[in-house]
């Protein structure tokens, strides 16, 4: 029932940009904060960035802070990361989450498939 699609990822240089989408359904996404969690390589999940149910309030991991941007738009039930000055580091694959960074750092609950993001020269 509860749905979480991911895409937008590809390969990108370094220095460039991609905007991830995730999808939901199945659940009140307005009532809810939601998250990105990124898993690199031989690295278990990073939290990346939170966003309120409202839309009007954002946070950000260190590494991601000044680069990218969380939003939503609940009326589309989509949540979203624009992500600019992309770097290798960031080579993972890239999840939504619900809840915020405590919450979506669990293991308990639903994960959609994930988008993979490539950053490559």
């Known amino acids: 029932q509860v749905q979480l699609v991911e895409s937008g990822g590809g390969l990108v240089q370094p220095g460039g940009s991609l905007r991830l989408s995730c999808e939901a359904s199945?659940?009140?996404?307005?009532?809810?904060?939601m998250s990105w969690v990124r898993r690199a390589p031989a690295k278990g999940p990073e939290w990346v960035a939170s966003?309120?149910?409202?839309?009007?309030?954002?946070a950000y991991a260190d590494s991601a802070k000044d680069r990218f941007t969380i939003s939503r738009d609940n009326a589309k039930n989509t949540l979203y990361l624009q992500m600019n000055s992309l770097k290798p580091e960031d080579t993972a694959l890239y999840y939504c989450?619900?809840?915020?960074?405590?919450?979506?750092?669990?293991?308990?609950?639903?994960w959609g498939q994930g988008t993979q993001v490539t950053v490559s020269s």
């Open positions: 199945g659940f009140p996404f307005s009532a809810y904060y």
């Open positions: 989450r619900r809840g915020g960074e405590s919450i979506s750092m669990a293991n308990d609950d639903y």
């Open positions: 966003i309120n149910n409202g839309g009007d309030s954002a």
